[in-house]
């Protein structure tokens, strides 16, 4: 159980165009879920907490207006970075909590490069 | 003070050795300390985790170390495999419900050799 998704799990996209990542937590209700991005060989950085029906909770540094996050439902939250350039080439991970433990349940990545 | 600082940054150790990873933070609300265990080009997985009221905890291979009084925790793996190769991070939360943040330490890449 408590299986995170993430699709595409690669992309390749040129710059200036917009990109959307989703999250979907397949057997069970996600009440919150993370995004993280993660350069080579860094560690995992928290981009922004969204709860379903509300607005995103964004970290300090991250622009909301470039990366938008919207959680439409209990088990599908999508990310869209907007107009990508090379540098937001990354590896972006998602991952959700549910309603009966308070564990993240990270998905498997999606790697971005933007040409 | 929301840093989790881990050491070593990578580490070899030759087949059935013992690993040990450290990890020590500031700020004394984290109550919930998680390892990770993540394999190039996947999302981390769960490995172990610990909350500040025991000292040490065990599953299988796998154990925790916990020092309250100095801060710290470390992850010990016992009788390495080539397996266990893989990126370790440990990491922190300042409480244990379905919106806390956690806060990664840095990552520690472990190489088992056989």
């Known amino acids: 159980g408590a299986v995170v998704s993430q699709h595409p799990s690669w992309v390749i996209c040129k710059s200036g165009t917009s990109v959307k990542i989703e999250c979907r937590s397949l057997?069970?209700?996600?009440?919150?879920m993370f995004w993280y991005r993660q350069f080579p060989k860094q560690s995992l950085m928290l981009m922004a907490t969204s709860n379903e029906g509300s607005k995103a909770t964004y970290e300090q540094g991250v622009e909301k207006d470039k990366f938008l996050i919207n959680h439409a439902s209990l088990t599908l939250s999508t990310l869209t970075v907007t107009s990508a350039h090379p540098e937001d080439s990354s590896f972006y991970i998602c991952?959700?909590?549910?309603?009966?433990?308070?564990?993240?349940?990270f998905g498997p990545g999606t790697r971005l490069t933007v040409t | 003070q929301q840093q989790v600082k881990q050491s070593p940054q990578s580490l070899i150790v030759q087949k059935g050795g013992i690993p040990i990873i450290n990890c020590a933070y500031e700020?004394?609300?984290?109550?919930?300390f998680p390892w990770y265990q993540q394999f190039p080009g996947k999302g981390p997985a769960l490995l172990i985790a610990?909350?500040?009221?025991?000292s040490e905890k065990k599953e299988g291979r796998f154990t925790i170390s916990f020092n309250k009084s100095a801060k710290q925790f470390s992850l010990h793996i016992m009788d390495s495999q080539p397996g266990d190769s893989a990126t370790y991070f440990c990491?922190?939360?300042?409480?244990?419900?379905?919106?806390?943040?956690?806060?990664f330490g840095s990552g520690t890449r472990l190489s088992i050799r056989p």
């Open positions: 057997d069970f209700q996600a009440t919150t």
């Open positions: 991952s959700a909590t549910g309603t009966s433990d308070y564990e993240q349940y």
């Open positions: 990491a922190a939360s300042p409480g244990y419900s379905s919106a806390s943040k956690i806060i």
């Open positions: 610990i909350r500040p009221d025991v």
């Open positions: 700020n004394t609300a984290f109550d919930y």
